[in-house]
């Protein structure tokens, strides 16, 4: 069955410090993959997505990601987090077409 | 500013009554799409619209009902049938082809089931 799993459900880093939210996926062929982020209420924000190419991915607020085919896996990172960085974050992916299937999230705390 | 909005953000509702979920859009999106969000299960599919005047369920479509009469507009009626409707409702439209296009999301809309 294609799905998208995060083993992390919270996450607790201080500020300043480097971070890694870990995604990994189920599915016969090459995903198109993606990285969301939620803040307390509100809708989702588009970080990045791989859809194929350069396995490094450059999002935006400084977040990147790396697909690794061999692990299946879309690692989210960030080498130095700051406070407003707190926020629940969503790996999905799709086959192609338009529908996508999430992970249950991972909530981020940043400690100050 | 193109985007994607949702109404209301709060709503409340008594047991046994129909609530209908706004979402509008000005994008120009084909493809749209409604999600529930309970706390630790992520995002769940309830229907999605690749077109005017056509939609299909998504995963969790029971006791749920849509319409896509404009192209702008896909509102959600959340019915009596629905046995636990207090969650998050989320909105997002996208391009519609097979090149697996971001979906833009609205701020989404809290149902409480009274």
């Known amino acids: 069955a294609q799905s998208v799993t995060q083993p992390d459900i919270h996450i607790t880093v201080s500020e300043g410090a480097s971070l890694e939210l870990r995604c990994n996926y189920s599915?016969?062929?090459?995903?198109?993959l993606f990285w969301y982020v939620q803040s307390p209420g509100q809708g989702l924000q588009l970080l990045l997505k791989?859809?194929?190419?350069?396995?490094l991915v450059q999002g935006i607020k400084g977040f990147e990601a790396e697909f690794k085919r061999s692990q299946s896996s879309f690692n989210l990172r960030k080498p130095s987090v700051h406070w407003s960085d707190a926020a629940e974050y969503f790996c999905?992916?799709?086959?192609?077409?338009?529908?996508?299937?999430f992970g249950t999230g991972t909530q981020l705390k940043v400690e100050l | 500013d193109g985007g994607i909005t949702q109404s209301p953000k709060y709503l409340f509702r008594k047991e046994g009554q129909n609530v209908t979920l706004s979402c509008e859009q000005n994008?120009?999106?084909?493809?749209m799409y409604w999600y529930r969000q309970d706390p630790g299960q992520g995002l769940r599919l309830i229907y999605y619209?690749?077109?005017?005047?056509?939609?299909q369920k998504g995963d969790i479509a029971e006791g749920y009902s849509v319409s896509r009469e404009k192209k702008e507009s896909f509102p959600l009626t959340v019915t009596s049938a629905q046995k636990n409707p207090t969650a998050f409702y989320l909105c997002?439209?996208?391009?519609?082809?097979?090149?697996?296009?971001?979906?833009?999301f609205g701020p989404g809309t809290r149902l409480t089931v009274l």
């Open positions: 997002a439209s996208s391009l519609r082809d097979s090149s697996g296009n971001e979906q833009f």
């Open positions: 599915y016969g062929a090459t995903p198109y």
């Open positions: 791989y859809f194929s190419g350069d396995t």
């Open positions: 999905a992916f799709t086959g192609g077409g338009n529908k996508l299937t």
């Open positions: 994008l120009n999106h084909d493809a």
């Open positions: 619209s690749q077109i005017v005047n056509d939609f």
